[in-house]
């Protein structure tokens, strides 16, 4: 058959999205398993049959309101001043991240980010026609900050990425390492800040380090601890210059007059949302002490999923538990799986089935530190 005039950076490629056979617990897609608070549900169907009444207009271009709120929340949570001019907001953070590779890469230009990390980060470069280079980490996964730096300093990419905590392997990134990347390169720094509610006692966010420096970005979500992985709401913090800039990508009236009503109507439960991030995160932990009596271990986790391993072969594991009703992710990382932190039911499940399958599949480097 004739083959179609794809372009050359998307030959071959294949798109974001891990297997979704059915299984009784899906712990793949670190989404937050807890149900929404009734008292947002209530309040969500108020706001969006009132911003249904304005659907024969277009939204608010500026999502004016909404940024406010996600400044206050910023501020709130970080202690650092956010103002609503430093915020911008889309549809997911994947959204966002592409509308900052359209302004700061694209033809000719590179981004790099620090391989094993987010999928969508090399995904959405390609896309955008950006050039991709993998960046370097140690055999434990953390970033070396001075190799980091030397390989920023040969590669000169436009549009830098570090994802912290990372996915997958669940770890937060130094905010020196974060620092001496900014003075090393001339291109913009994303901070891919996911997963940092969940981070652990004492993580300070990239967002301390916004002041003076313009071309710092850091992207946040409302997927992962705000529960609203359906809403499709993702924002960024930077530079007030920053924020002009994307609007010479972004599409007009990208973010619906629904969206922005759910997500104000989200943000005005913060407190009752974050409440089961404490849950998860005690979830993550009893995960991760039961993997030694199991002859297995872990990557330190800041993030509601734990990398654990290690496994003589990463998807016979898999397959195995996925026999026993439990859907874990296989990241391609020889010998490592990566599991989701969610509800008590759901760690009792995996642990049970982990607790099988392990002496089988686990490789006799399983009781060493990663
Ligand atoms: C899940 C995830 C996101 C979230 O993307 P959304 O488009 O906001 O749902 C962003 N970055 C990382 C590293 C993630 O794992």
Known sequence: MEALPLRPELRGRSPYGAPQPPAEHRLN????????PPALLAD?????????????????????????????????????????????????????LQQVLQTFGGAGRTALGFTPSYSMHPILSAGT?????????????????????AQVREVRPDVVFVTSPNNPTGTAVELDTIAALYEVT???????????????TGTVSAL??????????????????FGMAGLRLGYLAADPTVVDALQLVRLPYHLSSLTQAAARAALAHTEQLLATVDLVKAE???????????????????????????????????????????????????GWLRVTAGTTEETDAFLTALGEVAPAHRSSLGGSTA
């Open 186 to 200: 001339d291109g913009v720094l994303v901070v891919d800040e996911a997963y940092t509610e969940f981070a652990r």
């Open 208 to 225: 301390s380090r916004l002041p003076g420096r313009p071309r710092l970005i850091v992207s946040r979500t409302m997927s992962k601890a």
């Open 284 to 334: 993550r932990d009893r995960i991760v002490a039961a993997l030694p009596g199991m002859g297995l271990t872990s990557v330190p986790s800041d993030a509601n999923f734990v990398l654990f391993g290690h496994f003589t072969d990463s998807a016979a594991a898999w397959q195995a538990l996925l026999d026993r009703g439990v859907l874990v992710r296989d990241v391609g990382l020889p």
């Open 44 to 96: 969500l169907q108020v706001a969006l049959a009132e911003a249904a009444t304005g659907l024969n207009r277009y939204p608010d271009r500026d999502a004016t309101a909404l940024r406010a709120d996600l400044a206050a929340y910023l501020t709130g949570t970080s202690g650092e001043q956010v103002d609503p001019a430093q915020v911008w907001a889309a549809n997911g953070s994947n959204e966002v």
């Open 29 to 36: 897609t670190n989404e937050n398993p807890h149900p929404l």
């Open 129 to 149: 026609g950006t050039a991709w280079v993998d960046g370097h980490r140690r055999a434990d996964f953390t970033i070396d900050p001075a190799a980091a730096a």
